[in-house]
């Protein structure tokens, strides 16, 4: 007997779903199509944004870079974030602060594409598994979850995108790495020079040299990081349903560019020694780590022991000053280009 395909009354969600998905027989058509799109809108927008974002970051990320890999032999390279800038100026020039960026550039695409996707399919795991009567809601919308499961989720993502990143991160330290010597005749190593160091002094598993550093930093900070702007985006909703005339939930640009900005210092303040150590063994000489490459704790120890807790800190001005608009412009273009995003053909 064939299952009927007529809809039921609509649930308490306000959807109308059909009687196949009801009974437990094959979604209808379109429904594997549906995700599909979702995923490719998730990737596609979201390595947009994340290309948008780096071009704003760069040059502050190079001087971040500068200051956590500094000599520790006094007297300091650089004194602050304003010395490094304008010293990287007078040696490289403005294109100079743009050094390898190339790479910096995919790994944004990788980055950020990466983490709308996994927070999107980890929120549709935890809905199958914990929160049934969500599965097939007309809209995927993320207030549905508890705000703690938010967080759950975009620790699930900076965990997964950890893996990709590291390697494009340790080619980007070394190429952000001023050289040690000023000859006009030396050539600057380029990103397939350093590539193929890498794998010459510390074979496959050198390019994943400070990865630990890295899972920190992303799981913690991802979590920081979605939930700083969920988080901004529920409380922006909860002032302006107060006020008369401002009932629909759509924010209004600045309050979202408003959250991505507390997103990006929440996620760049919070776990920033772990990136402090991981960009210290990353823009290690890999001649000088061969049969023995420094560990995560044993780098950590160092700092300490050094420097202290304000070691652990260095750069982390201008990181966070940095992060405030890339982040804003990050979470908006994403949206922008989202609600752009064709709707799938069901």
Not at 64 to 87: E, M, N
Not at 144 to 173: M, R
Not at 217 to 224: F, I, K, M
Not at 301 to 316: E, F, P, T
């Amino acid at each position: 007997m064939e299952a009927t395909k007529s809809p039921v009354p609509a649930v308490e969600n306000g959807s109308s779903l059909p009687a196949s998905i009801i009974v437990g027989q094959e979604p209808p058509q379109g429904v594997g199509h549906s995700q599909g799109q979702e995923a490719l809108k998730d990737v596609t927008c979201g390595s947009a944004a994340g290309i948008v974002g780096k071009y704003i970051e760069y040059p502050f990320d190079t001087v971040k870079v500068r200051l956590q890999s500094q000599p520790d032999q006094a007297p300091l390279q650089y004194t602050g974030p304003l010395d490094c800038f304008k010293k990287s100026l007078k040696q490289d020039g403005f294109l100079g602060i743009y050094r390898g960026i190339s790479a910096p550039l995919v790994g944004a695409a990788v980055e950020t594409g990466c983490l709308f996707f996994s927070y999107s399919i980890a929120q549709d795991a935890v809905r199958a598994a914990f929160y049934p009567e969500m599965r097939h809601s007309a809209e995927r919308a993320e207030r549905e979850l508890p705000y703690h499961v938010l967080l759950y989720c975009g620790a699930i993502s900076g965990a997964f995108t950890s893996l990709f990143l590291t390697p494009i991160e340790l080619v980007k330290c070394k190429m952000q790495v001023p050289m040690e010597t000023t000859a006009a005749n030396v050539k600057r190593p380029g990103i397939t020079s350093i590539i193929a160091s890498i794998y010459r002094h510390q074979g496959l598993m050198g390019y994943w040299h400070g990865q630990f550093g890295t899972l920190i930093r992303e799981t913690g900070g991802s979590a920081a990081w979605f939930g700083g702007n969920e988080g901004m985006k529920l409380l922006f909703k909860k002032i302006n349903r107060s006020r008369p005339g401002h009932e629909r939930d759509e924010l209004p640009v600045y309050q979202r560019m408003t959250a991505g900005a507390v997103a990006g210092m929440a996620y760049n303040f919070l776990f920033y020694p772990a990136d402090t150590i991981k960009s210290r063994m990353q823009t290690e000489d890999v001649k000088q780590i061969t049969g023995g490459r420094s560990t995560f704790g044993a780098v950590g120890k160092a700092l300490w022991k050094q420097h202290g807790l304000k070691g652990l800190y260095r750069g982390c001005g201008i990181t966070v000053a940095r992060s405030a608009p890339s982040s804003a412009f990050i979470f908006t273009v994403y949206g922008e280009l989202a609600k752009r995003w064709p709707e799938p053909h069901t």
